[in-house]
């Protein structure tokens, strides 16, 4: 065990964990974060995803030791209140059935929106492989961020 110092969601947390910990245990067994989850455990379906330094990031293969001081951002730092406008645009479009792998969605959709603002729908299918939906609401998604792609432009 050793205690690990993490920027998580814009605030310094520590932990006292094995190094070797991944980080999808870390937040959701030590810190109460549990909107990221666990879903293969091999980083192959996306539900785990995270943004280290705002890059989308597979949580569950990564040992916190990996970290350092890079910045942690999980779905609970978007917004508290589902305001982020991808969350926003998720629920105007009824994207989620089950919802589990949502939030990963959600993290890759606004990684890729802070990248490229008006996505095309190759851009959005690029971005978005490898995070599997098991209710196949891919095409509620696509519109989703586009929506959010919207959203996002109309309040620069």
């Known amino acids: 065990m050793a205690i690990i110092k993490l920027h998580v969601n814009g605030k310094e947390k520590e932990v006292d964990v094995d190094p070797l910990t991944p980080v999808l245990w ?77 939030s990963g969605q959600i993290m890759a959709a606004v990684a890729l929106l802070q990248k490229k603002k008006s996505p095309t729908d190759a851009d959005i299918d690029t971005a978005m492989q490898g995070h599997i939906c098991r209710c196949g609401t891919y095409p509620r998604i696509r519109e989703a961020i586009k929506k959010a792609s919207q959203k996002m432009s109309a309040k620069s």
């Open 26 to 102: 870390v937040l959701r067994d030590h810190l109460d974060l549990p909107g990221t989850k666990f879903g293969c455990g091999v980083a192959a379906c996306g539900a785990c995803t995270i943004h280290i330094d705002g890059l989308p990031v597979r949580s569950c293969q990564l040992p916190v030791a990996g970290v350092g001081t890079k910045k942690i951002t999980t779905i609970e730092g978007l917004s508290d209140n589902n305001t982020h406008p991808v969350q926003a645009a998720w629920i105007e479009e009824q994207v989620p059935q089950c919802g589990y792998c949502q």
